[in-house]
């Protein structure tokens, strides 16, 4: 005689069971995000999707800022701590007129997010100038009239501190190299090159 516990087919729970347990966790999962799910499988604490906090080094001063953690550096330092020198051109890593320098490496600040930047070392070109004149690279830009709109000059400017604190007497084909990732749209490529050749004795940072 089969007892109560019996399930048809020999299987250990029934098809009511099922639904009911089916039923429970689609309920779980509707209330939980993709990116939440994905974080808990993975063990990882999960932020967002509103402001969490931000704490950059930028031109060698603290900057505290609470953001989303999708925001990218750019708009970080534009819209949020009023560093408005690097421009947006594209908005996808193509023209480089987002350039800034983190750690030492020049980086397209449009596709950097800015919660990844934590504790390293950011500049962009409101931190070149001082108190007492113009950075080499800004001046050398001024003299030598590499520049028309302006729209891709901060951008350029930080590449080129970057080339030149690696390369502090770069051959044509360095320069070439270094500025690659920089579009000028209105065609002055031939006085950058000039600007940047003619800075002699820059040192890092």
Same mark, same amino acid.
């Given at each position: 005689m089969a007892s109560k516990d019996d399930k048809p087919g020999g299987f250990a729970f029934s098809r009511r069971d099922f639904l009911k &347990?089916? *039923? +429970? +966790?689609s309920a779980v999962t509707a209330t939980t995000s993709p990116a939440e799910a994905e974080a808990q499988a993975g *063990? +990882?604490?999960? +932020?967002? %999707?509103g402001d969490v906090p931000v704490?950059?080094?930028v031109n060698g001063k603290r900057v505290d800022l609470m953001i989303e953690p999708r925001t990218t550096l750019l708009d970080a330092l534009r819209n949020r701590a009023d560093l408005t020198g690097n421009k947006r051109g594209?908005?996808?890593g193509a023209c480089g007129a987002c350039t800034m320098i983190v750690d030492g490496r020049a980086v397209y600040a449009c596709s950097t997010l800015a919660i990844d930047v934590q504790g390293k070392q950011i500049r962009n070109v409101d931190g070149l100038a001082t108190s007492t004149g113009l950075h080499p690279v800004q001046q050398a830009f001024c003299d030598k009239d590499a520049l028309m709109c302006g729209f891709c000059? %901060? *951008? $350029?400017v930080m590449a080129s501190v970057?080339?030149?604190e690696k390369h %502090? &007497? %770069?051959t044509p084909d360095q320069i070439r190299k270094g500025l690659d990732g920089n579009i000028c749209r209105c065609g002055t490529f031939s006085r950058i $090159?000039?600007?940047v050749s003619s800075v002699k004795g820059v040192t890092r940072g």
């Open positions: &347990s089916a *039923g +429970v +966790v *063990g +990882v604490n999960a +932020v967002g %999707p704490r950059l080094t594209c908005d996808r000059t %901060p *951008g $350029f970057a080339l030149l %502090p &007497s %770069p $090159f000039e600007a």
